[in-house]
């Protein structure tokens, strides 16, 4: 059973500050401890509310050998815990509550530091000093996430054009994937790109030509502006032609192009720091650099030894790193190296370098996260990579998410069902995708099954809002992405930057007949697929079910606003069900249940 509402929540919250386990009888509450932390404690005070201690690691440590026969308690006080270096949690620490003392929110995870010492450059452009002993790849200011110098200028906080785009600059370079054409005067020899050094100017570019789907950021080696081509350091994960089409792309990483308010540079070799501030001053002005990726890693020895009933409730995590440079997945069949049942899934997994969020969770059972407020990532917000079962999402706020808000890794198929039975509930998440808008989204499951979404908001993304797959040539016996139930979520403003596509999508879920549903979705809104007028694929969908869409019920769904159809089925034929589609005649409004679709009125954070 979830625990779902205020009521329950705060009964149990009552327990908690009282000092007691949840779920205890009266003589084990007796004995149990309530341990206290706060950002102006001290780690050798006694860790009581009087005297708390200073950071959850001593906390941590110390409660492992305190804990009794019970399920302790660890209150955070409110205020900024400085996180340096990723706290992490093991099986000594199953049952443990680290809750926010003072209300939803109030214990904050700092994942940045303070860049101090600004003092005028030119252009309304200033400088400062960092260390650079752990550099770091994404940079907020001004209570928002700072854009690193690019060309062309973004139009737009929340919007990733415009893109210049590529050619093809040799008939038999069309698949080449580590090298890109350019128009005459798209890149400026002026520029000051530092190829061939260890901090060279990068493109982010949505590789494959007319297609779509996929963003990578990686750094250049060389240009040859005679022949109009630049050379990546690694390959892309398509060719940059397709169908006659180029890609779309920007270049960024280089003081040559800060000139616009809200972008900086980081001059890595000179340990400086560069940014514009929108006012033209720095009096002020907040900039934060990341210290760490991730704040939590939650991770059992194996997935016969799980962290088990651990929860975080409450806690703000914010201002956390991006990485150097970023593709999804591996290029080709077998390309992990590893030995697998079916390798073509090497390229629908992300590479081992990439599987992380602020928050994540390996090799778990039971582990809850609620009453959480995740911001201003630099990667995905809440991240499930492989063994996992029975965790809870809910009542949680993310939101301007570098990449996805939660994601489930369930692993390769056929080689064991680990990744299972999840719930997410009553969340909020909004603007995904932010450094990673191709594949992003704001659930995403792959490989895993029995999963339930419900009582959500997604909304402004270039891709997804919610996405479910696995792949086509995998047959239904070691596909384990079955049973997923989606109901009264809310999805707007997605698929804004891509094709081929839509707010809600599914691919290579069910492959084989027979497709008796066992998937289900129901009291979903959709509104507003629209993607930029640069991008060259098929418009956006309502819900797209793709390769594989197969064997899900569909009932109560009003989608409005699409470029393209509203839904768009497996090529291979019907094998979804409908009843109450807003794209079949017949379909009534009044069996839609407004009141309950998106978070419920028990959500505790103010709607953005």
Not at 25 to 35: L, R
Not at 343 to 356: A, F, G, S, V
């Amino acid at each position: 059973m979830r625990l779902v509402g205020g009521l329950v929540i705060g009964v149990a919250l009552a327990v908690v500050g009282a000092g007691s386990a949840l779920g205890a009888g009266p003589k084990e509450q007796a004995k149990c401890e309530a341990f206290w932390v706060s950002p102006t404690g001290s780690d050798t005070a006694a860790g009581t509310q009087r005297k708390p201690w200073k950071t959850v690691e001593h906390a941590r440590d110390a409660v492992r050998t305190r804990r009794g026969s019970c399920a302790p308690v660890v209150n955070l006080k409110a205020g900024t815990y400085q996180v340096d270096k990723t706290i992490t949690f093991d099986d000594r620490d199953s049952g443990v509550t680290f809750r926010s003392a003072d209300g939803p929110g109030k214990a904050v995870f700092e994942g940045a530091r303070d860049v101090t010492g600004w003092t005028p450059y030119k252009d309304g452009i200033f400088k400062a000093p960092v260390d650079v002993s752990q550099p770091f790849y994404s940079l907020y200011a001004e209570g928002k996430r700072a854009t690193t110098a690019r060309y062309p200028n973004r139009q737009a906080d929340d919007a990733w054009a415009p893109y210049l785009r590529s050619i093809l600059f040799d008939s038999t370079k069309e698949a080449v994937r580590d090298q890109l054409g350019f128009n005459t005067g798209d890149i400026d020899p002026s520029w000051d790109l530092r190829l061939g050094t260890d901090w060279p100017a990068q493109v982010t570019v949505w590789s494959g030509g007319s297609w779509s789907w996929f963003t990578d950021t990686i750094p250049m080696l060389d240009i040859n502006f005679t022949k109009k081509r630049t050379t990546l350091v690694y390959p892309a994960r398509y060719g940059f032609i397709n169908s006659g089409g180029g890609s779309r792309y920007f270049v960024q990483n280089s003081l040559s192009l800060l000139d616009q308010a809200g972008e900086y540079y980081l001059d890595y070799p000179n340990k400086m720091l560069y940014y514009k501030p929108a006012g033209g001053t720095m009096d002020g002005v907040t900039v934060l650099r990341p210290t760490v990726t991730q704040v939590f890693s939650v991770a059992g020895a194996s997935a016969n030894r799980r962290v088990e009933n651990l929860t975080l409730d409450g806690l703000t995590i914010q201002h956390t790193d991006f990485m150097e440079w970023y593709r999804y997945g591996w290029n080709q069949t077998g390309d992990s190296g590893a030995k697998r049942k079916y390798p073509k899934y090497d390229t629908q997994i992300e590479l081992p370098r990439n599987r992380w969020g602020a928050i994540t969770l390996t090799n778990t059972r039971g582990v809850k996260l609620t009453r959480m407020h995740l911001q201003q990532t630099g990667f995905t917000a809440i991240e499930l990579l492989f063994a996992n079962e029975k965790t809870t999402v809910s009542d949680s706020l993310l939101e301007h998410l570098g990449n996805d808000g939660i994601k489930v890794e369930g692993g390769w198929p056929g080689e064991g069902d680990v990744a299972h039975g999840n719930t997410f509930t009553n969340n909020y998440i909004h603007h995904i995708g932010e450094l990673v808008p191709g594949d992003s989204a704001g659930v995403e499951i792959m490989n895993s099954g029995d999963n339930e979404i419900s009582h959500t908001v997604v909304e402004h993304g270039a891709r997804y809002g919610i996405s479910i797959e696995s792949r086509p040539e995998i047959p239904n016996a070691d596909n384990y992405t079955s049973g997923n139930t989606v109901h009264h979520v809310r999805l707007s403003h997605l698929a804004q930057d891509s094709g081929d596509t839509g707010p809600f999508y599914a691919y290579g879920v069910r492959n084989q007949p027979p497709y008796t549903p066992d998937a289900a979705v129901s009291q979903l809104i959709i509104d507003d697929a629209n993607a930029d007028p640069s991008m060259p694929d098929s418009k956006p969908y309502g819900v797209h079910m793709d390769f594989g869409g197969c064997a899900f019920a569909f009932s109560d769904i009003k989608v409005t606003n699409t470029e393209s159809d509203p839904y768009h089925g497996p090529s291979a034929g019907p094998c979804d069900t409908f009843a109450n589609v807003s794209w079949e005649p017949g379909f009534d409004d009044s069996r839609m249940q407004y009141d309950q679709i998106g978070v419920l009125p028990s959500f505790p954070y103010e709607k953005p």
